[in-house]
């Protein structure tokens, strides 16, 4: 064994994280580019077979090029062993279904084939995308009847993002447009992904580190590729479902840490400006994990700084991320 089993890397275990890596690479981008974690290299499998990352592997008239008509999945893996996989391909799975979009049955085997090529060339930590799109199609939009899906595999080595984020938190822009709860694909995770792009890049603009969706109700609903919780009056509270919010692995996390703490929780909806009222907020998503939330619309959040709950639940995440996934360390080969 190699690594100190003491402590996974890029988790906050015991407090605000001195080193932790995130990579949804929308705070900090720049930095985590540059800082992307040298040695191992990336991973791609495409329809259960590896692939040279850098050559082409798609077809040009792929739905999900010409059309976004597909689903994906990010994931972290944690010393070799993906946090919750089973829940991301549950996610995808009834995507899929609602959307009537066929996936290869042996998902699973191809995320394990494409993991352990990954392990054995050293990548343990890491960023594990899944995109399964409609495959090929004609002009249109109506599916090809033969149309098989397309599922590709591409594992990378996680960015390191500034530090700071997790210590001092990050600042979100209220984006002008909305997220459309009632849209047919409302929480589920398509290739379309345009509005986040979008809401991004005005939310650099106005000098802010993210950005966050309200719903057509005026309800805060989450951000480009995270949700959501504030702490209103004593209250953990996460927006619910029907805000049009992803149903995120790591806000289902969140919500199982608070399940068994003496802390008030609940899933409701919030308005702008019990957000700005809150005492404190973070975002939670896979890659990034706990991200404390402490400027919004250029003015402070609570104190300003990660509150107390937010710390906690930092902790208390990488906690569990080291119960779920370092413990299987010995059974990944090295
Ligand atoms: C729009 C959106 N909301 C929430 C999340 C967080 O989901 P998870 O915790 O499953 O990563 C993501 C993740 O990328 C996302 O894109």
Redesign the pocket.
């Known amino acids: 064994m190699t690594a100190d089993r003491t402590r996974a890397p890029n988790v906050p275990v015991g407090g605000p994280p001195r080193e932790i890596a995130a990579a949804?690479a929308h705070v900090g981008d720049a930095q985590a580019a540059d800082a992307h974690t040298a040695g191992a290299a990336p991973v791609v499998w495409v329809n259960g077979r590896p692939a040279d990352t850098h050559a082409p592997h798609l077809s040009a008239l792929d739905r999900g090029f010409t059309l976004a008509d597909g689903l994906f999945e990010?994931m972290r893996a944690y010393d070799g062993t993906i946090f919750r996989a089973d829940r991301h391909l549950a996610r995808l799975r009834a995507g899929a279904a609602a959307f009537g979009l066929p996936v290869p049955d042996a998902l699973e085997t191809m995320l394990d084939g494409a993991l352990d090529a990954a392990r054995r060339g050293g990548l343990r930590d890491a960023v594990v995308r899944l995109t399964v799109s409609r495959g090929v199609g004609v002009p249109g939009v109506a599916p090809a009847p033969t149309a098989e899906p397309t599922a590709v595999v591409a594992v990378h080595p996680v960015p390191r993002f500034d530090p700071a984020i997790y210590a001092r938190g990050i600042s979100a822009h209220v984006a002008t447009g909305r997220r459309n709860e009632r849209a047919q694909t409302a929480g589920l995770?398509t290739l379309a992904y345009t509005d986040?792009v979008a809401a991004l890049a005005e939310a650099r603009q106005a000098g802010a580190d993210d950005a966050l969706f309200l719903d057509t109700e005026e309800h805060v609903s989450?951000a480009?590729?995270?949700?959501i919780f504030l702490m209103r009056r004593g209250t953990l509270v996460t927006p619910p479902l029907s805000c049009g919010?992803?149903p995120?692995?790591?806000?289902a996390a969140v919500l199982d840490i608070v399940a068994g703490s003496l802390l008030p929780h609940e899933e409701s909806a919030a308005t702008l400006d019990e957000l700005h009222d809150a005492s404190e907020a973070f975002l939670?998503?896979?890659?990034r994990e706990i991200v404390p939330l402490v400027r919004l619309a250029g003015r402070p959040l609570g104190d300003g700084t990660p509150g107390p709950v937010t710390q906690r639940i930092m902790t208390a995440y990488g906690e569990l991320v080291f119960r779920e996934c370092w413990r299987h360390g010995d059974a990944n080969e090295r």
Do not use: I
């Open positions: 949804d990010t995770k986040a989450e480009t590729s995270s949700n919010v992803l995120g692995v790591t806000r939670t998503s896979s890659v």
